[in-house]
């Protein structure tokens, strides 16, 4: 949803981030829940702005989203004839994990979770018409099956793989390695970005149950700031300054 920043854009490499929900459609700004939504447009515009970049890394922080919107952004950056490496930075579950496997070279923490699933949909209608939404998912499994074939060890069996996905396999990077041609790195310090669709999820792990702290140190500094201008010009007690600073930080931690 919404432009994509470039970062660290030098001509021959580029940053692109997912870390958020994955959409099917870019959506106004006012429409946005996290800013950091990505749809197909986002990532099409991002790819349009660059200038002969020869080098694309990906950083993945996302919970998953549209099964419809991840695979076109996979196929997006698959096109692209610039060499690209994905980064899983602290989670890339559901959708998140197909638009991984883009990287020509895929980085996975050991630390850091990739969780593989069958999609899911909401239907409403007679019985025929649920059928059609069962087959309609069913094509959209084989799909994300192959996708994941593209990146498998070998002697890894198509089977193991749907096997994985049909019991919603959640794994780290170590045990991620026995399946997949992925690199380990070493611990990331990239806290796993809460999702709208985690509670959608049946195994999902404990330690994503809660949404994460924000990591922004500056948090405190804004709610400081703001209290001093307001004391400067309401001229309030102290106490009631401290009452303020509590409702800013409130504020401030609904929305990063």
Known sequence: ????????????????????DINSESLGE???YYPDDK??????????????????NVHINSGGGSV?????IY??????KAEITVYVEGIAASIASVIAMAGDKIVIPENAQMMIHKPSSIAWGNADDMRKEADILDGCQKVILNTYMQHVKEGITPEQINALIDAETWKNGGEWQEYFDIEVSEKS????WTSSYFDKYANLPPELEKKPEPQNTDIEKIAEAVVRRLNGKLKEPQHETKNKKAEILEDLDYFV
């Open 1 to 20: 949803m919404g432009s994509i920043e470039i970062r660290n854009n030098t001509g021959t490499a580029a940053d692109l981030y997912f870390f958020g």
């Open 30 to 32: 006012w429409q946005k």
């Open 75 to 80: 196929n997006i950056l698959k096109r692209h």
């Open 68 to 72: 419809f919107g991840g695979i076109a």
């Open 189 to 192: 310090n990239v806290v796993a």
């Open 39 to 56: 749809a197909p447009k986002d990532v099409q515009d991002f790819l349009d702005q660059l200038d002969g970049a020869e080098k694309i």
